[in-house]
């Protein structure tokens, strides 16, 4: 069975702190997202990568940064930790053909 | 960029009734993606479509990718509880990927 693993559901930081959300798919897929998911505003991609080294920002950016070292691992940044960063997150990866698969999710709160 | 435009945001319904969801877009899109979420968890992909004027069901689902590729729609029949969740819309075009806000699903029992 195909999968995409967060390394943690819930997460609490300070404001501040430097935060590592980390994702690793087994399915040798090309392309990995970040994406933020609040209430009433869907699903918003912060990041992505077509490849190792390789990334571009999405509609959201600020404030976050992003690193894949290699192909299954994609890792979401957060440099200073502020509260307006409290949020679901979601890592996905895709071939181009067959639509994304999703990791279950890191309900990150920073107080 | 640009997210889809789907209705309605949120639904009531009786088990045993049937559902309509659908997202409208002011682009054009090669594939149409219908995924449900379930509390706690990241989106799981329901129905993917891939030409214009597709009908595809899955079990009680069955979605459609609109004919002129700016929209699609879903349905389920006979509602029943484990229908609960949030169900987005996605459109993909090469290897851009637009999701809709969600429409959450609640079924009384």
């Known amino acids: 069975d ?21 994702c690793v ?11 933020r998911q609040d209430p009433g505003l869907g699903l918003r991609l912060i990041y992505f990568s077509y490849d190792v080294k390789m990334k571009e920002k999405g509609d959201i950016p600020e404030g976050y940064s992003v690193s894949r070292e290699k192909k299954e691992r994609f890792s979401l940044i957060l440099e200073s930790a502020s509260t307006n960063q409290t949020s679901m997150y979601l890592c996905a990866s895709s071939s181009s053909i067959y639509g994304y698969t999703f990791g279950s999710g890191t309900r990150l709160t920073v107080v | 960029g640009q997210q889809l435009n789907q ?8 088990e045993g009734e049937d559902v309509s969801m659908n997202c409208t877009s002011s682009s054009i899109f090669n594939t149409w993606l219908w995924y449900k979420q379930d509390p706690g968890e990241g989106p799981v992909l329901l129905i993917a479509l891939y030409k214009a004027g597709e009908l595809t069901s899955n079990g009680r689902l069955t979605a459609q990718f609109g004919i002129t590729r700016k929209d699609s729609f879903l349905n389920i029949s006979a509602s029943i509880p484990s229908d609960v969740g949030i169900y987005f819309c996605a459109g993909q075009r090469n290897n851009d990927m637009r999701f809709g806000a969600g429409t959450r699903l609640t079924v009384k029992p």
């Open chain 1, 2 to 22: 195909v999968k995409v693993t967060q390394s943690s559901r819930y997460l609490v930081k300070r404001t501040g702190e430097k935060v590592f959300l980390e």
């Open chain 1, 25 to 35: 798919q087994d399915m040798d897929h090309e392309n990995m997202f970040w994406y």
């Open chain 2, 7 to 14: 209705s309605p945001q949120s639904m009531f319904i009786q």
